[in-house]
């Protein structure tokens, strides 16, 4: 990473775009296809539905998303997008605050895991969207999976990572490997929650049991 973590973290966000225009058939398909993943998760996402949706006949498509596989793919891409676009959205939270760089760094951490687990409930189609492996992938959609600050969720957890390294709070040598420790946590709540044992439990619980989580994620590490 050429920038420090800290240049990165302070960066301005520009706006989203919600701009759309009517003949992009394209960003039709594909915000059809976003609607059905939020609505039903991965399994949801038919082209034929999607061009049904845009008002096309299906053999229109074709020219913009070649099979099934193809729009998934895209519409992944989108969701993951959105998923780091919620991280950066509690991280930008804490950028505000005037605290000690550690005191800043923890809760940077601490803004990961909150931005993921929320987009986690909030929206569970798409979440489950992101993590989603289509059948065919047809071509590299990386790029299009980062948020405003051009770093997707791994990076931004990265990112939260190097800042507690910066800070003193994490040891140097203990800085290899500790995204998949955290992201494992983390992860593994989530889907506790949206398709576990923790599904019925209450706001109160469930905002209780994150907190001892990322807490443990952040002593633990």
């Known amino acids: ?14 706006p989203a775009r919600k701009t759309f225009r009517h003949g992009d058939l394209r ?7 976003i609607e059905l993943a939020r609505s039903g998760g991965p399994g949801a996402v038919v082209l034929r539905e999607a061009t049904r949706r845009a008002g096309v006949a299906p053999n229109a498509a074709y020219r913009h998303f070649a099979s099934h596989g193809a729009l998934l793919q895209a ?38 895991g ?30 299009a999976k980062a948020g405003r600050s051009g770093l997707n969720p791994f990076q931004l ?16 040598e203990r800085r290899r490997g500790a995204e998949y420790l955290a992201w494992s946590a983390v992860h593994g709540l989530a889907f506790l ?9 209450s706001d109160s619980e469930v905002f209780a049991l ?12």
């Open 1 to 14: 990473m050429s920038a420090s973590a800290s240049d990165v973290l302070i960066r301005s966000l520009p």
């Open 210 to 221: 994150s907190e001892r989580v990322l807490l443990m994620v952040e002593k633990g590490l």
């Open 75 to 112: 519409v992944r891409a989108s969701a993951i997008s959105s998923l780091a676009m919620a991280i950066e959205s509690e991280m930008a939270a804490v950028r505000r605050r005037k605290t000690s760089s550690a005191s800043a760094a923890r809760a940077a951490l601490r803004a990961v």
């Open 157 to 172: 957890l990265g990112l939260a990572l190097d800042l507690m390294v910066e800070s003193g709070v994490l040891p140097r």
């Open 114 to 143: 909150t931005g993921y687990l929320k987009f986690a409930v909030t929206e569970t189609g798409l979440f489950r969207t992101s993590f989603s492996v289509p059948d065919e992938v047809e071509r590299d959609l990386d790029d």
């Open 193 to 201: 929650i949206i398709d576990g044992p923790l599904g019925s439990a």
């Open 27 to 33: 960003r039709a398909l594909l915000e059809a296809g």
